[in-house]
């Protein structure tokens, strides 16, 4: 890993699981961590708990639920004001089976804080990621997008659930978005310096399943405790954001620190576009809002 010292990381969803192993790390390594945590609470609990464990830690809590759209604007704003550039930004914060449907603004919640918050955040953060050093964007995918078939574009704000795409494909529909997302981002940011690679982190033991209801809710905890926990997930996207390994690398999904093959879908580059465009107006970020 190189060193991180005189860098400066955000981590979205750092108050558990992989986000807050991942920022551990990178604190291990030198950087300052911004910890981006939905709830002010936790967001002091995962940075005491990572003090704690790594005294020299530089860390510093920022609170936003990214499924707002106004507080992700609001969590961009309070970035720019305290920091005036940016050298790993790592879009880990996701949701499986969110508690609620919709979010404030109206979307579907999955796809609203897995894809929408992080390609908003990011968009937000451009020019501070093109003051970093070779700065890297690192989002935090996963191998279920492989189960979408066909991609359902004029429901997606509605997470898919047209008879085509059928039920439960909102989590799987997210995680392509992160995919497609990556390798539009990498395509746009060519020559800047900034790099953007995405990654499966491995099945492990988080509370990622902690809302999953029915026969689905009694069997994944069942499968998780058997998995490795968050030390093991954080691996990639540590290696993402700071080995020497990857520098210059970009458009890339990775697994287990290796360059992996996604679906076929997630390799389509007329979707990229037509994903970002469709973000970008769902966001407002075509709007200059
Ligand atoms: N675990 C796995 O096997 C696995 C496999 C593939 C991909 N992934 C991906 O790995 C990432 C991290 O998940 P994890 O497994 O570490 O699960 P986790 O322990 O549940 O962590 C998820 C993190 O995201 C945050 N979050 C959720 N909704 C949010 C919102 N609306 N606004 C801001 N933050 C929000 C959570 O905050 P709270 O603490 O407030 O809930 C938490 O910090 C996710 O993107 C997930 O899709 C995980």
């Known amino acids: 890993m190189r060193t991180m010292t005189g860098t400066t990381c955000l981590v979205t969803g750092a108050s558990s699981g992989i986000g807050k192993e991942t920022a551990l790390r990178l604190a291990a390594l030198g950087a300052t961590v911004i910890l981006a945590a939905r709830d002010a609470a936790r967001g002091e609990a995962a940075r005491a708990e990572i003090q704690e464990r790594e005294p020299r830690a530089r860390v510093e809590v920022m609170t936003a639920d990214l499924s707002s759209l106004a507080q992700v604007r609001e969590l961009a704003a309070q970035v720019r004001a305290r920091h005036d550039r940016l050298d790993a930004l790592v879009n880990n914060a996701g949701v499986l089976s969110p508690r609620q449907p919709l979010t404030a603004d109206g979307l579907e919640m999955t796809f609203a804080t897995n894809h929408l918050g992080p390609f908003l955040l990011t968009s937000l953060l451009r020019e501070l990621l093109e003051r970093g050093a070779a700065a890297r964007v690192v989002t935090v995918a996963s191998a279920v997008h492989k189960q979408v078939r066909a991609i359902p574009w004029d429901d997606l704000a509605g997470g898919g659930r047209t008879e085509r795409a059928g039920q439960g494909q909102a989590y799987p529909l997210s995680k392509l978005a992160n995919i497609l997302f990556t390798a539009e981002l990498a ?60 520098a210059g690398v970009t458009g890339g999904y990775f697994v287990k620190c290796r360059p992996a093959q996604p679906s076929a879908l997630a390799r389509d580059g007329q979707a990229a576009a037509r994903m970002w465009a469709l973000s970008e107006d769902l966001t407002g970020l075509d709007a200059g809002r």
Do not use: M, Q
Not at 199 to 208: A, D, N, Y
């Open 187 to 246: 395509r746009r940011l060519s020559g800047t310096g900034v790099t953007a690679n995405c990654l499966h982190p491995g099945f492990v033991r988080t509370s990622l399943g902690r809302d999953v209801t029915g026969v689905a809710g009694a069997i994944v905890p069942l499968i998780l405790r058997l998995r490795p926990g968050p030390v093991t997930g954080a691996r990639t996207p540590v290696y993402l954001a700071s080995s020497p390994e990857v």
